[in-house]
Every structure is written in C-alpha cells, then in structure tokens.
C-alpha cells in the first residue's frame, strides 16, 4: 500500500514538472514571438498588388491587407509592425523611403526587391505587345542587366538595411515564375518567350539569392510554393495581363499572397 502511494505520489510529481516545463515553453515561444519588431520592405510583390483589400492610406504604394507581411503580422502577433513596402518600388526607392521603421532594436526585416530595376514591367508589355523576336531580345536586355548592375544596387540596399539594423534576421523573397509550360493556354505569348519568361525570372532568382547570402541574409525561394498555380496551370495564383486593371497584371492574387509568400516566410523568419 505504502509503495502504490510513492508510486502515485512520483507519478503525479512527474507529471507536475513535465506540464510545467511544457508550459514554459509554450509560454517562452509565445513570448519570444510576440517580442519580435518586424519591418516589411519591398516592392508591389510585398506589397500585395493584385491581391486586393488595399489600404487607402498607402496612396499609390497599394499596400494590401492581404500581403504577405500582414497575414505573417496576424499571425504572430510581433511586439511592432512597420509595413513601408510600395508598388512600383526599386532599389533606389527602398533606401531613400523605406528604412525610416528601421533601428538597432529590429529583430526581422522581409524584402522583395530587384524586378522593377531590372525592367520586367517592361518585358512583359514587350512581349504581350510587339513580336516574339522583339520580345526576346528584350529578355535577354533584362538578363544582361541583372549579370552586370543589379548585384551593385542589391548590395547598397542590404549594406543600408545591416547598417540602420545590425541585429535583424534578414529575409529577402524571390519572385515565382510566370507560366506552366505545356498548359493550358491555347493564345498569347508562344511557349519559346513563356519559357524565356520563366528563366529570365530564374535567373533574377539566382542573382538576389547570391547577393543575399553575401550579406549574411536568408533567401526566401517561392518557385515551389508557386508550382501548380502558375499561369496556364488552371488554378493560377498570379493574375495574366489584365487588360481592366494593367497594374495587377503578373502580380500574386491574394491565395499566391497566403499561399505562396506566407509559408517560405514564415519557414524562413
């Protein structure tokens, strides 16, 4: 009898200490989550063009309540909030206008930055509009471009964000590819430019993650996340050209927004 009350009796301690120290560590987690100061910067992919719901406030930057970085912010509750990220941003736009939230006390920063330097706006009516000749000369316009002076612009862009916040864990989102090949587009762009499409985007993907690694920061790769739902996949998460609201055209709806972005962000922050 005396030894099932000392059995019982350790038993129970046992228990005790485990819900305890189980507590403890939902509550540090918690408490480590909710002590983040999380910025968001970037271009209209981080901003949430096309994904809709955007907040007036933000004027012409299209900031979405939608976007990557509020559904991350909704879900994790962090201590602060800056979301700077704006529609058309380039790299010169994100240092001169987007740093302001940034300070030794940041714990993590997202970006997406680099495709509007490199023209693909551009591209894109190229190629929607002029011949595939045409459009693939401007490919490959945009490709030596990349190769020779948008690894000097990303390194001014992370050089400045390590210098307003040394201590922040970095994150730097890609951008997915375009089109499925072989789909189920039966009009438009030929597959020869869907396919330069697509590895003009591969290798912007390649450069920023190199530029990124060098400066210490992580790389957020979102082909995979996007894979299935390109355009001509049948359930595409990114709007075609929109001929009704161009600004949307080739930019994350709000599912490519939540089920795209949110997932490699938050694996990565």
């Known amino acids: 009898m005396k030894m099932s009350r000392l059995v019982a009796f350790s038993s129970s301690l046992l228990l ?33 063009v096309g994904a809709g719901a955007y907040d007036s406030a933000s004027g012409g930057c299209k900031r979405s309540s939608r976007a990557y970085p509020v559904l ?13 990220a704006c529609s058309g941003a380039r790299t010169g ?14 714990d993590l920063v997202s970006i ?12 894109m009516t190229t190629c929607v509009l002029q011949s ?17 002076t948008l ?10 964000i ?7 864990h970095v994150v730097v989102l890609g951008y997915p590819r375009f089109y499925k090949l072989g789909g189920s587009c039966v009009a438009g762009l030929s597959e020869k430019e869907r396919s330069a499409i697509n590895g003009a985007a591969d290798h912007l993907n390649a450069a920023t993650a190199k530029r990124a690694a060098d400066h210490g920061f992580t790389f957020g790769d979102v082909t995979s996340t996007f894979t299935g739902h390109e355009i001509c996949s049948g359930s595409a998460w990114l709007h075609s050209v929109n001929w009704l609201n161009i600004g949307e055209s080739y930019h994350p709806t709000a599912a490519g927004q939540s089920g ?6 938050s694996s990565k922050a």
Not at 162 to 168: G, M
Request: hydrophobic share 45%; charged share 10%; with cysteine.
């Open 72 to 84: 991350w912010e909704a879900a994790n509750d962090p201590a602060s909030f800056a979301f700077t």
């Open 151 to 160: 690894p000097g612009k990303l390194d001014s862009v992370y050089a400045a």
């Open 16 to 48: 005790g200490t485990v819900l305890a120290l189980t507590g403890a560590s939902v509550a540090q987690a918690q408490g480590s989550a909710q002590s983040v100061d999380y910025v968001a910067l970037g271009d209209s992919y981080s901003s949430g």
């Open 93 to 106: 736009d994100v240092t001169a206008g987007q740093l302001g939230p940034l300070t030794s006390a940041t």
């Open 260 to 265: 795209g972005y949110l997932p490699v962000l």
């Open 132 to 148: 595939e000749a045409t459009c693939l000369s401007r490919i490959a316009t945009a490709r030596a471009y990349v190769d020779s």
């Open 162 to 168: 390590s210098a307003k916040a040394p201590a922040a």
């Open 112 to 123: 997406s930055v680099g495709g509007n330097d490199a023209g693909f706006a551009d591209v």
